[in-house]
């Protein structure tokens, strides 16, 4: 039997127990599964004319690190323009920006990303303190949570959007002031489409280059695989062209959107498009939203935030939601449901108690962020068997203890106490699912993890931690990125773990990750990243 990659002098990490196994090196075989574990000699010998041998020289090997909560098609896309993600004030956004116009070429658009809400201050979100440097310019901003945009005067002109639109999604809205003209804040996806289907798109072989170079940088920073929360436009075909050409270096789950006003033939479809993909990308699941996000005034709340806003859920009738996920549920297949806020979460939770109700097979329903919660909410996670799939670097760097950011501010003091209860969900019994949510947070795996377990600003880690109560051990966040995914995908029985005839898609790092402080697991080198025993990084000196 052939044997592709042989790893020697390892320290092999479980995540299962915590502990190193006795064996020393292992062996992939043919298939792309762990085919046999024991000492370097044992192991070496293994190996023929074509295996891949490598001396890890006591690095830790690891399952495969999982990003639970990924966007690589969309993320490549809008990483590509401006990074606005640095600028802490209006200032540091005007100076960017016009340092970028002056590159541009007359008509050009400009595009950027990341800008975070907390540089207004107390001032409203709007393109107004930019007019000057985008003066005639067609600009298009993306927000950090990917929720918002601004849109320059010049866009939106060009967009024909002159005043307030009506929407299927009840939370998008073209943002106005008093007499009816856009103030250039556009929420939710129906809203930033308006400006951006006349903007300026990617060549279909720019699309695919972007999406190929995102995701080896993220095979380099340890991921071997990732939950891709989306489907949209190219996507499963830009998957397939790598796949079939040898170049996906991650294994993706794929679950594509189901939007409001999706009828039965919809439905239909996306039953019918469950299982499909290729070699290592498959369409598992439905992407369902029930809010908006809290620092645009979009989520759904039991009580409104201190503006008066995040009252309604995504769906203009959440009845309809609560008939699709029974649909779904019936037909075997898991949804992934967007809920930030109390009321939102709490009517996921309905509504998988109801299609539980029913009966049928077992499916591993997912809630996504969990931005706050009320205690009585915890517990029913663990009842249900819903899984949380949370994201702990949103708290750390969009987010401060003192609770002065724009997301505290706007919950007040007992909601923003409540943030990110990641401790508070494994200790009520939940299976909890990290990632990063990317492109709104970095997608490197060690900082996830460390972020679950320092909960500070990633750019100052002397800063206080927001709830440092909430807190995981540094176990529970490995199990964050390997057990708790492959649970999640139905996968326990052959991912997540170093053990015999389970898929070898590997991670290797210099040094222990249970034992390396959180505030310094960030610059833990990676060594190596296989997948399916195909080596997709490995350290030049290595």
């Not at 074509?50 to 006591?58: E, I």
């Not at 009580?303 to 995040?310: I, Q």
């Not at 750390?396 to 919950?411: E, G, I, K, P, V």
Request: aromatic share 4%; proline share 6%.
């Amino acid at each position: 039997m052939r044997t592709p990659l042989v790893l020697l002098s390892a320290r092999l990490l479980d995540p299962g127990t915590g502990a190193f196994l006795p064996e020393t090196a292992l062996a992939v075989s043919e298939d792309g599964r762990i085919g046999a574990l024991g000492d370097d000699r044992e192991i070496r010998a293994l190996a023929g004319p074509g295996t891949t041998v490598v001396d890890l020289k006591g690095a830790v090997v690891t399952p495969g690190l999982v990003d639970g909560h990924v966007h690589p098609v969309s993320g490549a896309e809008l990483t590509h323009g401006l990074d606005l993600s640095y600028c802490a004030d209006l200032d540091d956004v005007r100076e960017a920006l016009a340092l970028e116009v002056r590159s541009l070429d007359r008509g050009a658009w400009l595009f950027g990303w990341g800008l975070d809400p907390n540089v207004f201050g107390d001032r409203p979100v709007g393109i107004a303190p930019f007019d000057a440097v985008l003066d005639g310019v067609p600009a298009f901003l993306l927000l950090f949570d990917a929720h918002s945009a601004l849109a320059s005067r010049r866009a939106l002109e060009l967009a024909g959007v002159d005043g307030p639109r009506t929407f299927d999604q009840a939370s998008a809205e073209v943002v106005c002031d008093a007499d009816g003209r856009p103030t250039g804040l556009l929420q939710e996806d129906a809203a930033c489409e308006l400006v951006e289907r006349v903007a300026p798109r990617p060549t279909r072989e720019e699309s695919r280059e972007r999406l190929a170079a995102a995701l080896r940088s993220m095979a380099a920073a340890g991921l071997t695989g990732g939950h891709a929360m989306d489907a949209n436009g190219e996507s499963l075909a830009l998957y397939g062209e790598l796949d079939a050409a040898g170049e996906l270096p991650l294994r993706l789950r794929v679950a594509p959107w189901c939007q409001p006003g999706t009828d039965a033939d919809g439905v239909r479809a996306l039953i019918a498009q469950q299982g499909t993909g290729g070699a290592l990308w498959r369409v598992a699941g439905v992407k369902l939203f029930m809010d908006g996000t809290i620092d645009n005034g979009t989520a759904w709340l039991e009580r409104p935030d201190c503006h008066g806003e995040s009252t309604h859920a995504f769906w203009p009738d959440p009845a309809a939601y609560t008939h699709i996920v029974g649909e779904l549920h019936r037909a075997g297949v898991p949804t992934a449901t967007h809920a930030i806020g109390d009321a939102a979460v709490r009517h996921v939770l309905d509504s998988v108690e109801k299609a539980r109700a029913t009966g049928g097979a077992e499916v591993r329903h997912r809630v996504e962020h969990i931005e706050t919660v009320p205690d009585d909410t915890l517990r029913r996670f663990a009842d249900l068997g819903v899984l949380a799939s949370m994201q702990p670097t949103h708290c750390c760097d969009f987010t401060r203890a003192d609770h002065t950011d724009n997301w505290s501010r706007r919950l007040g003091e007992e909601r923003a106490s409540r943030a990110w209860r990641c401790r508070d969900l494994v200790d009520a019994g939940a299976t909890v699912v990290l990632g990063s949510d990317w492109p709104i947070a970095p997608f490197p795996p060690l900082g996830v993890m460390a972020g679950a377990r320092h909960r500070r600003p990633s750019r100052d880690l002397g800063q206080a931690p927001h709830g440092p109560e909430q807190a995981l051990s540094a176990l529970e966040a490995l199990r964050g990125m390997t057990t708790a995914p492959a649970y999640a995908a139905g996968e326990e029985h052959e991912a997540g773990r170093l053990a015999l005839g389970f898929r070898a898609d590997l991670t290797v790092l210099a040094a222990d990750p249970l034992t390396t402080a959180p505030t310094e697991l960030s610059d833990v080198p990676v060594r190596l990243t296989a997948v399916n025993g195909r080596v997709t990084f490995r350290a030049s000196d290595l």
